[in-house]
């Protein structure tokens, strides 16, 4: 009784999602004519798991299913971020619902089971469930993504697959080591394990393996070079959620485990460092030369979760709560600009050229691009300004030693301002070129939300940068064990004996 | 007894290796996937002769049938569209290919060898004792071991695992299914 | 008067108002009649003055009593960011100089851009320019500062590249962008580096996170929490901003190009006010510059480096613009001299004064390029003096006073001179004395060229437009009597702490002996009446070094060969192998119809194998370098 009490009280939000999720099959296949009336029953769902989620008590930690399924502030904020996510996707989603009526259903609820695996990803608390949860994730991210019947967009999606199956193939590699070792996929056993045994190198390649592979899901170096591909070719709203909702959940399970699992394991932020710089370089070089808006958005994401990385490289408080302020604007701000790219995308793609004089003809839409772009480009006022100063900031703090560090990060962003400023520039470009726009009032709402949540949370940030401070201490008993391992580690470098 | 059973081992061990580098190899995809099939078979067999009962025949019904199957229907289907020839066209990429599998193994021994050393105080040490840990590991593969397992601690990802193979039914379903551009 | 100087933030606020209402209406309302944009701009801008006039007279009654406000906006971590404004010397005499000609430039923009179609978007961007400035100048902490940093920039790029149908104007824009950036880029590090150093005493002690009122303090907090080295490379990153800003050697390659932008912008932007604000916020950071006399030298040294520079380049430009700009660039490298010698008082009267007199000539050549259809080579000018009179005249007040006689140049020049002989650096000395010479010499050769001899161009000389006329007669009076007026008391009202005292009885003599000198070596070159030396002749004997100047010293080009090159070719070989290994045969034909043939098809096709090759590789990599680091240890 008290399990299914407790299944009841913690996995509401789940449990919706599920039942959503059978419900929009069966509508699926009963009729496909479904498309007005689903739509208000979606986000009517959403909405209420959303809800649930506020409503679940975060003071406390506990957990489900014997231990495999956490609830802590931290679980559930990235779950409402996931669910906020999926909202605003499925709001975006709207031009491609109407021009493809009869697959409504099916679209909405892979979405559904897509946000279901990021859910239970980001509180899972074995390895078991964290792999499944990241296949489910995945698995329905490789349909949405193909969800356009056309040649490119599928040879785009079996790229999409592959680097996937290589990706998790990575990861059960290191769950096995992990396994092979300590005898249990259990985060805290094989956390005390690590700690009680000499598991230090083992546990470091490992570590390295899962992260490698989880850094599937944010496009970053070593699996970065699906983006480009699946976000052009993919439904628009497909990319949005791949570029958002994915990404979050994948930050939010790499967060946990460095530091409730690989807590100790100091070279796993080696490790972490060292993919944010060079996925941060690639991502940026490379969209200096992109003409294709959306692939820009691709690079530019890669280069985003490289920043993100970097300062979770750091391992402190307030590296932490800056990642997550960070996680939030990112956001924001792709909201904004992916929906202005859904109002401008005639099915060709959108590329600087086709963008030319859009200032002169449609002054608002115009607006909320610029507001995105240089937001993303971390200009002032804009919300992206602070999320960088918060996340120089941290990487000041953690000492002087990493001055060079720094130097770095703000050299990308200095290169990344170009290709942000190609894309404004070409607004104000004065010879017009032809621009079909597409408005709903959807499409409005989840455009004119993220704008003004850009522009307002830039001028006063203060209380989400609170918030993110909350949560990010909610994490912080972790954090804490970890600095204090870190100490023992730096001021005695041979932390195991290796023949 | 226990040089048979490593004998056994090693055998399966040296066929799951040849028949997958010739899986690669192949220059005719029904090639190919004989010695996949092969390949599974042999794993199931490994299974089997590490006392994982369960592993083994799921394992052999799973892949060594149902994926073959599969596949033989595939390659029928696609008939004599299917591509020519299978040869690794590109040298380069298959040097590189073998340089990075080989740095990658490198890097894996360093690694496990320590570990792996029976003097090693750190190797499966959670597992008690020698014996004790022959023991555990003897009982991992068993039928009860895993149903247990599944239906107690690891429940919400078996319900999990219910809804993706859903949406993958249905995501299937719906791009194999008509479309409006007919690819 | 409280109450205006605690609403002194609408004089910052009204032009961001103004901007988005143009915008706005830009297609509706506004387009109705064109003189509503100009009306709202001006309006706003003669506000900010009669404000700045008030700021002005309470800083004179209340010398070394500034008046601060501040906001809280926002928590970042354990730091508190404010968002204020402060009066003290500084920043009113700032305001007053920025509010007064913009004010005046908006005027004559009216004129001067009337018949343009973007006449919307120019008083638009006028407004947004005016907005940041404003902003800059009242800023009452750093990170404030920092942020209407940005912005000003912002819009000098927007108004840089506003005729963005001329491909160099955009190139130019995007200089500009970049060169800034990097200066940014400096000053960002800096500011944190300096935050890093003074934690504590941001932490603990003061009320306004990097406050200027409290900068001295926090000094000298950095100072013990770091060595001398340690405290130089903050207060030099923090410099880089200032330097690529005010378009100081190495940096200054872009203002030159920036003159692509209408000339009313140039006047504005990059010769009175933004460019400017590098020595402003020089001044504003004098707390921390000063403890670091190795910086301190390298100001006084790039500011020398520069004046000279930019006055031989500008010797041979025949762009009337490009020559007044680099006149700016070497009269800003005077600023940067004076200040880095110490003689901090003299280097802010000198901004004052060049402010109104460079204002002054960018637009009276404005005035001159509007009405010979847009001919900016000066070869092409001569005689204008007869037709546009006004123009002639105070364009010759302008050259006088820049160069140095009498008028109110005389004073602040005298000034940085009496400075840099009272630091005793006499290497800097000889390079100031020089500069003057050179300064006087060019600005007369454009003087000459334009207004007197015989007209050598071809389209009809159009008569300025009485719009025009009048802010360039209300800019010559400041032009020609403030320094005059202001120069005994200006040292007491503007200063830090210290007084340069040592008036060298001879020193004004020879300066203007020295002007004097190089008006009469530039009349006998380029007056066609008096003309005793062909150009032609003294170039041949100075051929290398002509060239020299000509090519602005290999500056650019080795800006655009080397660095441009090699960044272009290493983005240009990186997009490459992206789409060799992404896109290497996008033509592949999916023959089978069923789904599995295609899996196989495509599973097989190269793209594939390259993407996991690589992926493989990444990864190979990290485990290797684990593999090391470890290896490291043990």
């Known amino acids: 009784m008290e399990f299914a009490a407790d299944i009841k009280n913690l996995m509401m939000p789940e449990i919706i999602l599920f039942v959503g999720a059978l419900l929009l099959c069966f509508i699926g296949i009963l009729t496909d004519k479904a498309y007005k009336r689903v739509f208000s029953i979606v986000v009517l769902m959403l909405g209420l798991s959303f809800l649930m989620c506020l409503q679940l008590d975060t003071d406390t930690v506990s957990m489900a299913f014997g231990g495999s399924f956490l609830i802590s502030k931290f679980t559930v904020f990235f779950k409402e971020l996931i669910l906020a996510g999926t909202i605003s996707t499925i709001f975006l989603s709207d031009k491609y619902i109407k021009q493809n009526q009869k697959s409504v259903a099916e679209f909405y609820m892979l979405l559904f089971v897509a946000a279901l695996g990021g859910m239970i990803l980001v509180s899972s608390r074995d390895f078991i469930t964290m792999f499944v949860a990241l296949e489910t994730l995945s698995i329905s991210s490789y349909i949405l993504s193909g969800f356009i019947k056309e040649k490119n967009s599928q040879e785009a999606t079996l790229k999409y697959l592959v680097t996937g199956c290589v990706a998790s193939a990575v990861i059960l590699y290191g769950v096995s080591l992990l396994y092979g070792m300590s005898g249990s996929l259990r985060f805290d056993v094989i956390f005390a394990a690590i700690k009680s045994a000499s598991m230090f190198n083992i546990a470091a390649l490992s570590g390295t393996l899962v992260i490698s592979g989880l850094c599937f899901k944010l496009a970053t170096i070593p699996f970065y070079n699906w983006a480009p591909d699946v976000y052009e070719k993919s439904p628009l709203a497909v990319s949005a959620f791949l570029s958002t909702v994915s990404k979050v959940a994948g930050f939010g399970i790499i967060i946990r485990l460095v530091s409730e699992l690989f807590n100790g394991i100091w070279i796993l932020y080696l490790v972490l460092g060292l993919i944010a710089l060079v996925s941060m370089a690639i991502g940026n070089l490379l969209g200096l030369c992109e003409e294709n808006v959306k692939r820009l958005m691709a690079y530019s994401s890669i280069a985003h979760a490289g920043y993100i990385l970097a300062v979770l490289a750091l391992g402190s408080t307030l590296s932490l709560s800056s990642a997550v302020f960070y996680i939030i604007t990112y956001l924001l701000m792709n909201f904004a600009a992916w929906s202005c790219l859904e109002v401008l995308d005639n099915g060709d793609g959108v590329t600087t050229e086709s963008l030319k004089g859009l200032a002169y003809k449609r002054p608002v839409l115009a607006f909320c691009m610029v507001s995105a772009f240089a937001s993303l480009a971390g200009l002032p006022i804009f919300v992206g300004f602070f999320s960088k100063f918060y996340l120089f900031q941290a990487i000041v703090f953690a000492g002087f030693l990493l001055y060079p560090f720094l130097c770095f990060v703000l050299l990308n962003s200095l290169i990344a301002l170009y290709y942000y400023f190609k894309v404004i520039r070409a607004m104000f470009d004065e010879q017009e070129s032809e621009q079909t726009v597409f408005w709903s009032k959807r499409l409005a709402v989840v455009l004119v939300f993220s704008t003004v949540m850009v522009l307002l949370t830039g001028i006063f940030s203060s209380p989400v940068i609170t918030y993110s401070q909350q949560i990010a201490q909610s994490q912080m008993p972790a954090v804490i064990q970890y600095e204090a391992i870190k100490g023992t580690y730096f001021d005695n470098p041979r932390p195991i004996s290796v023949r | ?183 | 008067m409280e109450l205006i100087l605690q609403n002194i933030w609408v004089v910052a606020i009204l032009p961001l108002f103004s901007f988005l209402f143009i915008i706005i209406g830009q297609k509706g309302f506004v387009h109705l009649e064109k003189k509503i944009s100009m009306y709202l701009t001006v309006g706003v801008t003669f506000l900010g003055w009669i404000f700045s006039v008030f700021a002005l007279i309470y800083a004179i009654q209340n010398q070394g009593n500034p008046f601060q406000e501040n906001f809280v906006w926002m928590y970042s971590g354990s730091l508190t960011f404010s968002m204020g404004y402060l009066i003290d010397e500084l920043s009113s005499v700032m305001l007053f100089m920025v509010t007064s000609i913009s004010l005046l430039i908006q005027i004559y923009s009216h004129s001067y851009m009337k018949e343009d179609p973007s006449y919307h978007r120019f008083f638009a961007y006028l407004s947004f320019f005016n907005f940041a400035m404003i902003g800059l100048v009242l800023s009452s902490n750093l990170f404030q500062t920092y942020i209407f940093w940005e912005l000003v920039g912002l819009a000098s790029y927007l108004l840089i590249g506003f005729w963005y149908k001329k491909n160099s104007a955009s190139k130019a824009a995007q200089k500009a962008f970049l060169v800034n950036r990097i200066g940014d880029f400096g000053l960002l590090l800096g500011i944190m580096g300096f935050l890093f150093l003074s934690y504590n005493f941001w932490f603990y002690e003061a009320d306004v996170l990097l406050g200027f009122s409290s900068l001295k303090q926090a000094t000298e907090v950095a100072l013990v929490s770091t060595s001398s080295k340690g405290f130089f490379v903050v207060a030099f990153l923090m410099f880089l901003g200032p330097v690529a800003k005010s378009a100081q050697f190495p940096l200054h390659v872009w203002l030159p190009d920036a003159m692509e932008a209408p000339t009313p912008v140039s006047a504005l932007i990059h010769a009175a006010t933004m460019v400017a604000a590098g020595v402003f916020l020089t001044a504003r950071l004098y707390p921390i510059f000063i403890l670091s006399p190795v910086l301190m030298q390298l100001i006084a040294y790039v500011g020398a480096i520069t004046a000279l520079l930019a006055a031989c380049m500008a010797l041979v430009q025949y762009d009337i613009k490009k020559a007044l700009a680099y006149s700016t660039c070497s009269q800003l490298g005077y600023m940067f001299l004076a200040l880095g010698v110490g003689a901090y008082s003299a280097g802010m009267f000198h901004l004052l004064i060049h402010a109104y007199v460079k204002a002054l000539l960018f637009l009276c050549a404005g005035a001159v390029i509007h009405s010979l259809s847009s001919q900016q080579d000066m070869r092409y000018m001569g005689g204008l003096r007869k037709q546009m009179p006004v123009v002639a005249y105070t364009y010759l007040i302008g050259c006088l006073s820049l160069s140095g006689i009498f008028l109110s140049g005389f004073s602040s020049k005298e000034q940085i001179l009496s400075g840099i002989l009272a630091s005793g650096n006499m290497f800097l000395f000889y390079i100031a004395l020089f500069t003057a010479g050179l300064s006087a010499f060019y600005i007369f050769r454009t003087y000459f060229m334009v207004f007197e001899g015989k007209y050598k161009g071809e389209s009809q000389v159009e008569p300025v437009s009485k719009v025009m006329s009048v802010p360039l007669i209300v800019l010559a009076v400041p032009s020609a009597v403030l320094g005059v007026l202001l120069s005994w008391c200006f040292d007491d009202f503007v200063s830090f702490g210290f007084h340069t005292e040592n008036h060298f009885v001879f020193l004004p003599l020879i300066s203007i002996v020295i002007a004097l000198f190089s008006v009469w070596l530039a009349s006998i070159f380029y007056w066609d009446k008096k003309k005793l030396i062909d150009t032609e002749l003294v170039k041949l004997p100075l051929k290398s070094l002509h060239r020299l100047f000509v090519e602005k010293f290999f500056i650019d080009w080795f800006y655009d060969k080397i660095l441009n090159k090699i960044y272009a070719k290493a983005a240009y070989v990186l997009s490459k192998f992206d789409r060799f290994v992404v896109d290497a045969s996008i033509d592949i034909t999916f023959q089978s119809p069923v789904a599995a043939g295609k899996l196989l098809n495509i599973v097989q096709h190269k793209k594939i194998g390259a993407y996991i090759l690589v992926s493989v590789f990444l990864l190979v990599l990290l485990c290797g370098f684990i593999m090391s680091i470890l290896n490291l240890i043990v």
Request: glycine letters at 8%; a neutral charge; one cysteine or more.
């Open chain 2, 1 to 183: 007894m226990e040089f048979l059973n490593s004998a056994v081992f090693l055998i399966f061990a040296a066929m799951i290796i040849f028949s997958s580098v010739f899986a690669v190899f192949a220059h005719k995809i029904e090639y190919s996937v004989l010695s996949a099939v092969v390949c599974f078979l042999s794993v199931g067999a490994l299974f089997l002769t590490l006392s994982a009962d369960f592993i083994g025949a799921s394992q052999i019904m799973i892949y060594g049938v149902g994926v073959s199957i599969l596949l033989a229907f595939a390659i029928m289907f696609t008939g004599k569209d299917s591509p020519k020839s299978l040869y690794l066209t590109n040298p380069l990429r298959v040097f590189l290919g073998f340089v990075l599998v080989l740095t990658f193994l490198s890097v894996l021994i360093f690694f496990i060898s320590p570990v792996l050393d029976p003097k090693s105080d750190g190797a499966f040490s959670s597992y008690g004792s020698f014996a004790a840990q022959i023991e555990s590991i003897r009982q991992i593969g068993t039928a009860k071991f895993i149903g247990r397992r599944i239906f107690c601690d690891y429940v919400l990802p078996f319900e999990l695992l219910s809804l993706l193979l859903l949406a993958g039914i249905v995501g299937v379903g719906y791009l194999a299914g008509g479309s409006k551009k007919d690819v």
